[in-house]
């Protein structure tokens, strides 16, 4: 079985509190890779409560987003759309301890094939996800759409993907090669 993990495609991510053009561009992308992927699609949310900026990461980032119950921690609309009855994981923290468990889980019930990570934003929470479930199954293999998903800048999207190719991650839809 393959798995598309979706990751964070949310309102804030997109065009609210840290939306950018490049996430915006590639909202489009990722719905035409949804629809037409062959296997089990999950969701995660980046997920704060209204004390977000007395956390470690608010403290760090104080953009306050994602709080849940908002429209910015919803899923963009197109993505939202075809999310309908799929799992969609609320995640406190960069990595999602229980994305990976439960992809852990599916692979112990019936080997899985792969797992495609595409998402917001590449060099947080995509990079963070990604080198997690590598480390959970370090030999199914791990790949990232480029194509799917945008940085925090377009340079640091770019050595975000650097990074995970260097940590075995296949780089799909790349650019930069």
């Known amino acids: 079985m393959k798995i598309l993990a979706v990751i964070d495609m949310q309102n804030d991510f997109v065009d609210g509190a840290l939306g950018t053009a490049e996430a915006q561009a590639i909202v489009p992308r990722v ?17 704060h409560g209204p004390d977000y900026l007395q956390t470690q990461e608010g403290r760090f980032l104080p953009a306050v987003h994602c709080v849940k119950g908002t429209h910015g921690y919803a899923l963009c609309p197109g993505v939202a759309a075809l999310s309908a009855g799929a799992p969609v994981i609320d995640k406190p923290a960069f990595g999602s301890r229980e994305l990976a468990e439960r992809l852990a889980e ?15 934003c590449t060099d947080i929470c ?15 293999p791990i790949i990232v759409d480029a194509s799917c998903c945008a940085g925090v800048t377009p340079e640091s999207h770019r050595r975000a993907l650097e990074c995970m190719k260097v940590c075995q991650i296949v780089i799909e839809n790349n650019a930069a090669d």
């Not at 692979?107 to 990570?117: D, M, Y």
């Not at 995509?126 to 199914?140: H, T």
């Open 126 to 140: 995509v990079i963070s996800n990604a080198l997690l479930v590598k480390a959970f199954l370090p030999e199914v």
């Open 106 to 120: 599916m692979h112990r019930e019936e080997a899985l094939e792969s797992v495609t990570f595409i998402g917001l």
């Open 31 to 47: 719905c035409e890779k949804i629809r037409g992927f062959d296997g089990a699609v999950l969701y995660t949310r980046d997920t």
